[in-house]
């Protein structure tokens, strides 16, 4: 079973930034593929960013792509932390962000969320105006 913990969200004004931090843990000496998703309300969830066990791999939506960045914490024993770096944020990025993890022995960025084993309780991110 994979523990997925999410922190960094917050309130911040259009054109700010934000850093999204997310650990997966479980079964020791594991690498999860992990991935970043939102749900605004009224809305789907949707996929935001992920990336794969290497970190080699990584998928943006279509919104994001050019504004935000996926990166794994590269220290020895941290490869479980992920960071969602959000630059220049808008109103429509105002959502719950998830954060989820899956165990695989592939090298892939996972799309879907029903391809992920495990969730983090979520963190609001407010953009204003």
């Known amino acids: 079973q994979v523990q997925v913990v999410e922190s960094g969200g917050g309130l911040v004004q259009a054109g700010g930034s934000l850093r999204l931090s997310c650990a997966a843990s479980?079964?020791?000496?594991?690498?999860?593929?992990m991935g970043w998703f939102r749900q605004a309300p009224g809305k789907e969830r949707e996929i935001v960013a992920s990336i794969s066990c290497s970190g080699s791999n990584t998928y943006y939506s279509d919104s994001v792509k050019g504004r935000f960045t996926i990166s794994r914490d590269g220290r020895d024993g941290a490869r479980n932390t992920v960071f969602l770096e959000m630059n220049n944020l808008n109103p429509e990025d105002t959502a719950v962000y998830y954060c989820?993890?899956?165990?695989?022995?592939?090298?892939?960025?996972?799309?879907?969320?029903?391809?992920?084993?495990?969730w983090g309780q979520g963190t609001q991110v407010t953009v204003s105006s």
């Open positions: 479980g079964r020791t000496f594991y690498i999860y593929a």
């Open positions: 989820a993890a899956r165990q695989t022995d592939g090298d892939t960025a996972y799309l879907e969320a029903y391809e992920y084993h495990g």
